[in-house]
């Protein structure tokens, strides 16, 4: 049950996190205060080593159902824009 637990508390936040970090955002004048929110995420999260990271994936078997999840909550892997794309 922690390890369950810890996938999705520490390991969904670093894996949001270091997403975040790989897209270049950047604060701007029409910023939310969710997307202020995901901004401090990213800042937070990228502070920590890598190995944290790749630690907190390899030593627990629940994190990687967490990412498969994650995915799949946004459509990846599926063929989502085939509408728009033959447009």
């Known amino acids: 049950e922690h390890d369950r637990l810890a ?7 670093h894996f949001t ?5 790989q ?3 950047a604060a701007s ?6 997307f202020r929110a995901l901004l401090r995420l990213r800042d937070h999260t990228v ?5 944290l990271f790749f630690g907190l994936y390899q030593h627990n078997a629940f994190s990687r159902r967490e ?3 994650f995915c799949a909550a946004a459509g990846v892997g599926a ?9």
Not at 17 to 21: C, E, F, P, W, Y
Not at 29 to 34: K, M, P, R
């Open 7 to 13: 996938a999705r508390s520490q390991f969904l936040t």
């Open 17 to 21: 996190g270091r997403v975040l970090g």
């Open 23 to 25: 897209l270049g955002l």
């Open 29 to 34: 004048s029409v910023d939310t205060a969710g």
């Open 47 to 51: 502070q920590d080593s890598g190995e």
């Open 67 to 69: 990412i498969t999840e």
């Open 79 to 87: 063929d989502t824009h085939s509408e728009t794309s033959s447009a």
